[in-house]
């Protein structure tokens, strides 16, 4: 069983910064694609980022590119998910996943293992 634990969301205003961080307990975390979902009240959970196992290859939606970077540090085992510029609409719970395959993933279905989830509230 893998563990996911996110932390790093909170209470921010308009036009600040969060970064996101989720600890695996997987041993071969760095094998493994990793994604950060999230969901808003009364919307779909979303894929917002995807990185590679080597951190090579990474997605962003089309709302966050230029705002949000994934990163990973396979020696931590630690996926990160640094947030900028933040709006009001990126106010969700936020997921950390983590893949099935080696390469960027984008389907809920491809993603084996998932965190609690922390909240991001952004404030105008």
């Known amino acids: 069983q893998v563990q996911l634990v996110e932390s790093g969301g909170g209470l921010v205003q308009a036009g600040g910064s969060l970064r996101l961080s989720c600890a695996a307990s997987?041993?071969?975390?760095?094998?493994?694609?990793m994604g950060w979902f999230r969901q808003s009240p009364g919307k779909e959970r979303e894929l917002v980022s995807g990185?590679?196992?080597?951190?090579?290859?990474?997605f962003y939606r089309d709302s966050v590119k230029g705002r949000f970077t994934i990163s990973r540090d396979n020696v931590k085992n630690t996926v990160y998910l640094h947030m900028n510029s933040l709006k009001p609409e990126d106010t969700a719970v936020y997921y950390c996943?983590?893949?099935?395959?080696?390469?960027?993933?984008?389907?809920?279905?491809?993603?084996?293992?998932w965190g609690q989830g922390t909240q991001v509230t952004v404030s105008s």
């Open positions: 997987r041993r071969t975390f760095s094998e493994y694609a």
């Open positions: 990185i590679s196992w080597s951190g090579g290859s990474t």
């Open positions: 996943a983590a893949g099935s395959r080696s390469y960027v993933q984008y389907a809920q279905s491809e993603y084996n293992y």
